[in-house]
């Protein structure tokens, strides 16, 4: 009878490694425990999805450890090695400040407070405030929140659902990667790849604390019910403009300030000087306002205006008509033209993309704007403030740019701002990965400027912080180019995207942009480079997503298109790819064979082969001995890896292609040989000046999850038990 607790603790490891593969920490010990399952089975082994598949895993290691005591020392050691998940940071407090003057709502906060404190019966604590755009839903949710912080001593979360439409909403796994990272400081390494491992860890950790979620700008319900949880001392409050259809909460709906509370507000935000100055002409102020808290702070500064006509049955509306008549015709333009996409966060590059300017004449119509209350500020991210259009004044600047601008003009804006979004990601791409192939027009024109770039980059980091804070905006360009027709423009946008894969983790943003790439690349593009790169690049993704069968059909596609274009380096890397991801799938024969065909693919690029990367063939070959040594681990066959492996450190380490990362990987590859199974003293020897040096260049290399890993590949080297 096999112990239900050790199957539940060895489960529960496998389920931490497989959640962990987006480092190579939990790669490494996902291969090493497929290689364990492959011994013990005497036979492949399909890699587990889902508990019910790991659990059939973990019975198997547990019945070989019991069978035979080698195994089970080797399972004990791929425990006590294995990446582990994240420990607690402090509690997060990141709800937006209060709005400093706050009026009427004691029904709804009254409401708040009792289901924050109800008997615990086994609902969730969840309650959906919803009313229409401008009516005060967010800050009423905020307000109470910085109100009771008591009562939420582990913290409290926010998030913007920005579900203004299904195009703009956010992907609840994108918001969850955000909330684990506030949570519990996973970062990208370390995240579960798949939504619903992400769901799965997100409420286990809350399961016992006394947490604030907020949701605001909720679009659906599908795109909240994943961020739910049942924990008893966790309060989620959602915000949406409607009541949301199938969301079991309690629904607070919030209408209009009644006319004393108006008032009241208008004189908190005005002064009673103005409002006094203001006695005639404020109950058309009023009507106009329809006690929208939105409206009335628009009209505060502006009391002895005359009130507007035409839009009186909307008072939002009425009060964005008001500030953008009074605004000069260069910041009345900027209003508009901003508005033509919903780009999610407007900093001074877009603007200057946009407009044409400068990045300060940019940074201070963003500002003017923000003055009369037509752009909402949300925070500094890359050293720049950055803004928002609320849904409705956007609808309103956009019609005012159809209406006076023209169709056609718009257009050309659009066009222009992802043109100029395109050309700072083609410098940021170059500044983070200047070594890489770099595919498209743009890049070689950029790199031939004699003029001083423009958007340089003081050093690699800065780059990479400014493409975060661009991600949004990029990936809407996508969106924009896409809809426009224009296929080259979609695949290199997501072509300068790589490095948000491949050094930030950012797959779950990218999946729909590298998609459409893919799309227009086929259509477009069939049988290049361009149509290759992007069906690597979308596979790339799918693999550290776990999407294996969607993956495999991108690479088949990818090595199709290389051939075609005659491309054999492309086409090598394809295959090699499909080879990395059977390493995943624990299908290691057909990865061997895969890194065999690829050396084929490569034996064929002559000296004398243009642009076909001759120069790079020494290097390709040497991380294609490492992948090759990964897989013949795999299979035990433990003397053919450790020389292959031989064959790729000798090359990184050597002083004319020296590579101290790649080195340190593959000595740990190497040291990992020699532990696999029941490892005697002398492998352990073996090993132990292996892991040393990897430490030793991995320190400087500030690499701290492989440090992680190797302190505890010490430890076994330094273990008579391991």
Known sequence: MVDPVSVA?????????????????????????????????????????????????????????????????????????????????????????????????????????????????????????????????????????????????????????????????????????????????????????????????????????????????????????????????????????????????????????????????????????????????????????????????????????????????????????????????????????????????????????????????????????????????????????????????????EECAVREDGIAACSRTVARTVEGLLRFAVRADRTLLPERWHLGPLYAELAAEAVPDPDSFADPGAAMAALEAELGNLLEAVRAADEFGDPSTVCQLTETLWALQLKAGHHTELLPALRASARAAAAAFPGTRTAGRAHTQLALALVELQQYEEAEQELLAAAEDEQQAGHLRGRATAVESLGLLRLRQWRFQEAADLFDEAGRVLDGIGPDSAGEGASDLPRARALLQRHRGRALRGLGRLQEAREALGFALRFFRATATAEPYNAARTLTDLAETWLDGSPDAAARAAALPLVEEAITALAAEQARYHLAHLQRLRERCLSPDS
């Open 9 to 397: 603790a060895v489960t529960s490891v496998l389920g931490a490694v497989s959640g962990g593969m987006a480092n190579e920490a939990g790669k490494r010990a996902w291969e090493s425990v497929g290689a364990l399952a492959r011994r013990v089975a005497g036979r492949q082994v399909p890699a587990p999805a889902g508990v019910t598949e790991r659990e059939a895993v973990a019975r198997l290691l547990l019945d070989g450890a019991r069978r035979d005591p080698a195994h089970a020392r080797a399972l004990a050691a791929w425990m006590r090695g294995a990446p582990q998940t994240g420990t607690a940071t402090a509690a997060p407090h990141l709800l937006p400040a209060s709005t400093r003057f706050f009026t009427d709502r004691r029904e709804a906060l009254r409401q708040l407070d009792r289901e924050a404190a109800r008997r615990q019966d086994g609902r969730p604590r969840l309650v959906l405030l919803h009313g229409p755009e401008g009516i005060g839903t967010s800050a009423l949710a905020v307000h109470w929140g910085a109100r009771e912080a008591q009562r939420f001593p582990d913290g409290r979360l926010y998030a913007d659902l920005l579900g203004d439409s299904a195009a703009t909403a956010l992907d609840p796994a994108v918001v969850l990667q955000r909330f684990l990272g506030q949570l519990l400081g996973v970062g990208p390494e370390e995240l579960p790849p798949g939504t619903g491992d992400r769901v799965d860890l997100f409420r286990v950790l809350l399961a016992d604390r006394k947490l604030l979620v907020v949701l605001d700008h909720a679009h659906s319900a599908a795109q909240v019910r994943p961020l739910l949880t049942a924990a008893p001392e966790v309060v989620t409050v959602v915000v949406a403009r409607h009541p949301l259809p199938g969301l079991d909460a309690l629904r607070i709906g919030v209408g209009p300030l009644d006319r004393e509370d108006a008032v009241r507000l208008l004189t908190d935000l005005a002064g009673k000087q103005a409002v006094a100055a203001a006695r005639a002409t404020l109950p058309a102020v009023l009507e106009r306002c329809g006690g929208s808290p939105l409206a009335l702070r628009a009209a505060a500064p502006r009391l002895s205006a005359t009130p507007l006509l035409g839009v009186a049955n909307d008072p939002v509306r009425a009060a964005a008509e008001q500030a953008y008549r009074e605004l000069t015709p260069e910041v009345s333009s900027g209003y508009r033209r901003l508005s033509l996409r919903p780009w999610p966060s407007l900093g001074p590059r877009t603007v200057a993309a946009a407009l044409g300017t400068g990045l300060p004449e940019a940074a201070a119509l963003l500002e003017a704007l923000a003055d009369r209350q037509l752009l909402e500020y949300t925070g500094t991210e890359a050293g720049a403030a950055r803004y928002r259009y609320r849904p409705v004044l956007r609808r309103h600047a």
